[in-house]
């Protein structure tokens, strides 16, 4: 009993230390004891923004942004860190030419970007930086508030952005390097979807800029801070990410946005957590009258004044059609990395026996899996088996995934060493950004030269968690073989895990799977290999027995393909044209404030 009342106090002792840390935080944050700004677009006086940090490679000049949120921790863009190596950040620094009386360097000893940061789209652009030691708070050097979870930025609200990155685009700040503050009104989501196209702007985001142009950040101000003033506070709304250009009219720059990462920030720095508080917009938001093509209605409760009548709308109970090879939180255009992201491959399905993974498969109806044949020996049993959707890590969290029940296993048998296997689920899936059937080839052409992807599970691949793997071939001659039963690539090495995979390429908005991964256990893969061409068998030459087994196959969205085109994590938007200019506009001008 003794013992258990030690336990008690000491874990009571460790709440209350934690709160009162939280608290004084909350007391100390966001305070600036020489800030009285009125307008901006000019170099900020000395102690102004006192939690801004600049970050230097060590031995080397700025690169980014941060903003001090506690006595330990930064917080700056994930994509300042993909490859940066011995950081150091400079608090308390006005210029970075000359003396700064006020400044304190500290190394950083520990990077943390977020485990959904995607590199394609910028989402959850955001990381933790740990400093070797506790700072030291003076005028000049204080930790900034940050935007709790409830907090609302409507469109218009007054926001000031800091850095020292350049001044206009390809125009470098000039020496001494002073810190500049440009003040700047929040764009709203709905305006920003309409500007960058409709699905780009995920509510992981916020934007800014005058929509007469003028007024922005830029090339290396990546990382540091948004701030918006409320009773006397300042408040971190927004992390700068990315934009195109710098300044343009209706182009607003983006901003990771920092309330929805009040939870993973708190479950990544445990004690003397930072001071988050709530930021109120007043009034009605004005960006709910906002619409343009492609652009969903705003949330039910919240209907602006020009909403579509309701006519427009489906029934309640009109059950929404199932289309497959969506795939809204994937932008694959060229090389990526070999590892996959959340939601990238959201048909991608893990078949396990007795708990572990065994094989990878395909979601291709709502309630049926495809996979390879071999995963399965002699007659399989299915109450062994369950299928997990939704998954990225073998070992690890995945907030994203479901598991369900097997409770039939079909396989094809068409005399060749490749056949299929299709299990029927338990029940339907639940459809969402992370859980999508994809689109079966049907003897559709896939021209030499088109890149295709292959992904899967293998042990020994994506480090400790095992994270789901991603390959990128492209289609080669076949030679002698036929086409219109096999389709030739480059080769890539497939393990066992890796078996009933799909190999996809996309067409016309769409992915397709044009094969189901083999491991290369024959004489035909052996010889093709050397070579460097791997034969696959196409899905296509299983098309009676799929069509039996499933029934109706699953369709594309031929109307969002005709009118419009999914960029990362949304709805359809532009025509085809546009959607084209407007990949070849990001190509060329789309820029990380780096």
């Known amino acids: 009993m003794a013992l258990c009342k030690v336990f008690c106090l000491a874990a009571a002792l460790i709440l209350l230390t934690r709160e009162s840390e939280a608290q004084a935080n909350e007391d100390i944050c966001g305070l600036s004891a020489t800030n009285t700004r009125i307008v901006g677009g000019e170099a900020a006086p000395e102690g102004s923004w006192p939690w801004q940090v600049s970050l230097h490679i060590s031995g080397e000049s700025h690169f980014c942004g941060g903003s001090l949120i506690n006595s330990e921790w930064v917080m700056t863009a ?43 789209t910028f989402n959850n652009d955001i990381s933790l930086l740990r400093l070797e030691r506790a700072v030291m708070f003076t005028n000049f050097i204080r930790p900034v508030c940050l935007a709790a979870a409830s907090s609302t930025f409507h469109s ?97 720059g983006v901003y990771t946005r920092v309330s929805e990462y009040q939870t993973w920030i708190n479950s990544q720095i445990r004690s003397n957590q930072p001071g988050f508080l709530a930021y109120n917009s007043p009034g009605t938001d004005s960006d709910l009258n906002v619409t343009c093509p492609g652009l969903p209605p705003p949330p039910i409760g919240t209907p602006p004044a020009n909403t579509l009548p309701p006519a427009t709308t489906p029934p309640a109970n009109t059950p929404k059609p199932v289309f497959c090879g969506r795939a809204p939180l994937n932008s694959r255009i060229l090389e990526g990395s070999s590892v996959a992201t959340a939601g990238e491959w959201p048909w991608m399905a893990s078949l396990q026996k007795n708990g572990s993974h065994v094989c990878g498969g395909t979601l291709v109806a709502v309630d049926a899996v495809m996979s390879n044949a071999a995963c399965f020996s ?28 097997v409770t039939d296993i079909t396989l094809s048998n068409v005399g060749g060493p490749e056949n299929l296997a299709v299990l029927r689920l338990s029940a339907s899936a639940t459809l969402t950004d992370y859980i999508q059937p994809i689109c079966l080839d049907t003897g559709r052409t896939f021209t030499v030269g088109s890149a295709c992807w292959a992904a899967g599970w293998s042990a020994g691949r994506g480090g400790e968690e095992e994270v789901l793997q991603e390959f990128q071939t492209s289609v080669v001659n076949c030679g002698n073989a036929s086409m219109s039963d096999n389709l030739c690539t480059g080769s890539f090495t497939l393990e066992q ?13 769409s992915w397709f799977q044009a094969v189901v991964l083999a491991p290369e256990n024959n004489s035909t893969f052996a010889t093709a290999r050397v070579e460097g061409v791997t034969v696959h068998t196409r899905v296509s030459s299983f098309q009676s027995f799929l069509r039996q087994t499933l029934g109706t196959l699953l369709s594309p969205d031929t109307n969002a393909n005709a009118n419009s085109t999914s960029t990362s994590g949304g709805a359809p938007t532009c025509p085809p044209l546009l959607s084209v200019l407007h990949l070849l506009v990001l190509a060329s001008s789309l820029r990380l404030f780096l």
């Open 78 to 120: 994930a994509h300042c860190f993909q490859s940066v190596r011995n950081v150091v950040a400079f608090l308390g620094r006005q210029r970075q030419l000359g003396s700064n009386m006020n400044e304190d360097s500290q190394t950083v000893v520990q990077v943390i970007n977020h485990p959904n940061y995607n590199p394609s």
């Open 378 to 405: 002699g007659s399989p049993t299915p109450s062994e088996w369950t299928v997990v959707l939704g998954r990225l890590k073998q070992n690890g969290s995945n907030p994203f995934e479901v598991t369900l029940n």
């Open 156 to 252: 218009g609200v007054d926001s000031w952005v800091t850095g020292w990155g350049n001044v206009g685009e390809d125009t470098p700040l000039p020496p001494p390097g002073d810190l500049m503050e440009v003040e700047v009104p929040v764009v709203g989501n709905r305006q920003c979807n309409c500007d960058y196209g409709v699905g780009s702007i995920t509510g992981n985001m916020v934007c800014a800029v005058l929509r007469t142009g003028g007024k922005d950040a830029c090339q290396g101000d990546s990382g540091g801070p948004m701030v918006s003033k409320q009773n006397g506070r300042w408040i971190q709304s927004g992390i700068v990410s990315f934009g195109i250009g710098c300044a343009r009219p209706e182009l607003p």
């Open 497 to 509: 895990g890796d078996s009933g995979g799909p190999l996809m390429c996309k067409q016309e908005d």
